[in-house]
Nanobody, 121 residues
Framework: QVQLVESGGGSVQAGGSLRLSCTTS????????MAWFRQAPGKEREFVVG???????FYKGSKMGRFTISRDNALNTVTLQMSNLMPQDTAVYYC???????????????WGQGTQVTVSS
């Protein structure tokens, strides 16, 4: 069975940093594009940043410079480094996997359960 599990969420004050991790199992990790999405209460889940198979980042429109994705194909993990966090970054953050370079939620094959990030003023 394919599993994606996020970790590292929590509460942080505005301006702080946080690193999220996603561990995967059950899929050929190096064949997948990986991405982070986020969803605030009452809002649509949105694409944040993705990583190609070789690790380069891709974006939807302009990049979000405060967020950096990285992946380790040997360990089957992906991380999201967040800096200069703002209250509007508060959301549940999801790790997802797709076979192509997609930014649409509906085109992703596998999802984690999400991890909560709360940014306070």
């Amino acid at each position: 069975q394919v599993q994606l599990v996020e970790s590292g969420g929590g509460s942080v004050q505005a301006g702080g940093s946080l690193r999220l991790s996603c561990t995967t199992s059950g899929l050929r990790f190096d064949n997948y594009y990986m991405a982070w999405f986020r969803q605030a209460p009452g809002k649509e889940r949105e694409f944040v940043v993705g990583a190609r198979r070789g690790g380069t980042m891709f974006y939807k429109g302009s990049k979000m410079g405060r967020f950096t994705i990285s992946r380790d194909n040997a360990l089957n993990t992906v991380t999201l480094q967040m800096s200069n966090l703002m209250p509007q970054d508060t959301a549940v953050y999801y790790c997802a996997a797709a076979r192509e370079e997609f930014t649409s939620r509906s085109l992703y094959d596998y999802w984690g359960q999400g991890t909560q990030v709360t940014v306070s003023s």
